[in-house]
């Protein structure tokens, strides 16, 4: 069956500009992460949704990032004005479940964004 | 804050030889400890502990739990070249949220 997917794989884009990135989890899982990994790192949390309810932001580094799931599924990690420091992996993970085997995630392939 | 620190940091072994893979955390309001291997892409899940001493095992990966010590270790008899990868380990911590504060990873490189 088809695994977390992300896009785009790679962006590259200028300083100031706004990106989007989306997740498209497994299908029937209810619960979606978002991680950003950075080099030589394990991934860091941002948020997290179930269904399309954002049940925890505390990750979020600052007001520029911000995460939707408007439909319960396909999710969009938007940081605004970018700076240089944003650059890293993004990583999405999908959950079946909203209890204790949440932490059983499966992680997409990352979004590699680089700011120059 | 909660922390989780794997080690070694980087480790070369023999195909054949057995490794051992650490990982010690501090957290508040301990729930579940999780290994995943990275590869080039995305980590995959490995095993979930949540009580101590039961050890978790998969063909020839095994890890388990002390919860007094406040580590766990994973296991790899028989190492073969497509062990190689990153081995996370993750600590789930708190009530009402669900999010992993991960470790750095150890990585693991098999030679044949």
């Known amino acids: 069956g088809a695994g977390v997917s992300q896009s785009p794989r790679y962006k590259v884009t200028k300083r100031g500009q706004d990106v989007a990135l989306r997740c498209d989890p497994i299908?029937?899982?209810?619960?979606l992460y978002w991680y950003r990994q950075a080099l030589g790192q394990g991934p860091e949390f941002l948020t997290y949704?179930?269904?399309?309810?954002?049940?925890?932001k505390s990750g979020l580094p600052n007001d520029r990032f911000s995460a939707e799931r408007p439909e319960g599924s396909i999710s969009t990690l938007t940081i605004q004005r970018t700076e240089q420091r944003d650059s890293a992996m993004y990583r999405c993970?999908?959950?079946?479940?909203?209890?204790?085997?949440?932490?059983?995630?499966?992680f997409g392939p990352g979004t590699r964004l680089t700011v120059t | 804050e909660d922390k989780v620190v794997q080690s070694p940091l980087s480790l070369v072994v023999h195909e054949g030889d057995t490794v051992t893979l650490n990982c010690s955390y501090e957290?508040?309001?301990?729930?579940?400890l999780l290994w995943y291997k990275q590869e080039k892409k995305a980590p995959t899940f490995l095993f979930m502990l949540?009580?101590?001493?039961i050890e978790k095992k998969s063909g020839r990966l095994s890890s388990i739990l002390d919860k007094k010590e406040l580590f766990s270790i994973l296991n790899i008899t028989a190492t073969q070249t497509g062990d190689s990868a990153v081995y996370l380990c993750?600590?789930?911590?708190?009530?009402?949220?669900?999010?992993?504060?991960f470790g750095k990873g150890t990585k693991l490189s098999v030679i044949p």
């Open positions: 993750a600590v789930h911590s708190g009530a009402g949220s669900y999010q992993l504060t």
């Open positions: 299908s029937g899982h209810v619960s």
């Open positions: 949704f179930n269904y399309e309810a954002q049940q925890d």
């Open positions: 993970a999908s959950s079946h479940y909203t209890g204790l085997r949440s932490y059983e995630q499966y």
């Open positions: 949540t009580s101590s001493g």
């Open positions: 957290v508040t309001n301990f729930r579940s």
